[in-house]
């Protein structure tokens, strides 16, 4: 199973998106209102704010609280100035961890941020100590049962996607990064039914975790996940699908 997905797989399995819907809305409402503000209002010319909005619609937000997302965006309504800042350092057994934050306050979130690694026997590190390890990838999913795979494959590859890959009982149309969301309206307009569209980082290589390194590398993600600020967390730690499950149960 692909590192960068594996850990959200294990999380959609056992229901805990949807216990944390309140948290869900509040990223999806900070990622519109940047999108809005780095690309304007109308969702026809920004496809950012355009898969920021299918996110929102997916988990079932009220129109009018994604109304008043994007207005702040654009500065038809006062609201908060976000920015986007990337975080990154060492988990347990030097596993390589990005966090990445859309905050109002930097120095609240590097020290919340600081303090959740520190409390987690990891640490920060400065800019560029990990990215490199990473590859930027567009990745749009595609539920596995509203389409062949062979179908999906010839729509993907005419849309100018590069792959398509089974994980986790879905399907991943991997595409150019910068061209994920453009990638993702043409699947629709094929008739094609998109579930999320993103920006994932994909570990070059990973590192195998098992025992009191697997817990505590799981509790580290847990805690950076469940802070407010934090948008996604990508880490290159490989833990066997069984402890993984038994971990986050």
């Not at 654009?74 to 961890?97: F, H, I, K, S």
Request: proline share 2%.
């Amino acid at each position: 199973m692909s590192g960068h997905n594996k850990w959200s797989t294990i999380k959609h399995k056992k229901g805990a998106a949807d216990a944390k819907r309140g948290r869900i809305f509040t990223r999806i409402i900070r990622e519109v209102t940047i999108a809005a503000r780095m690309g304007g209002g109308d969702p026809s010319h920004n496809a950012r704010l355009r898969s920021a909005m299918t996110a929102a619609r997916a988990a079932n937000m009220p129109n009018d609280t994604l109304e008043r997302a994007v207005k702040r965006g654009t500065g038809e309504l006062e609201g908060v100035n976000y920015e986007e800042v990337t975080y990154e350092g060492y988990g347990p057994g030097g596993a390589a961890v990005l966090v990445e934050t859309l905050t109002d306050n930097r120095n609240r979130t590097v020290g919340e941020v600081r303090h959740i690694f520190t409390k987690h026997n990891g640490n920060m590190g400065e800019g560029g100590c990990v990215a490199w390890m990473f590859s930027r990838v567009g990745v749009i999913t595609v539920p596995k049962d509203k389409i062949g795979e062979e179908q999906l494959f010839e729509r993907a590859l005419e849309a100018g996607a590069d792959d398509v890959r089974e994980e986790g009982g879905q399907f991943e149309v991997h595409c150019p990064h910068a061209a994920v969301h453009e990638l993702a309206e043409r699947l629709r307009a094929a008739g094609v039914e998109v579930e999320s569209g993103k920006v994932v980082m994909v570990p070059q290589t990973t590192i195998k975790l098992q025992g009191r390194e697997a817990e505590v590398m799981v509790r580290l993600y847990e805690a950076l996940e469940d802070n407010d600020d934090v948008q996604n967390v990508w880490s290159n730690f490989d833990i066997d699908d069984s402890l993984l499950e038994q971990l986050a149960g």
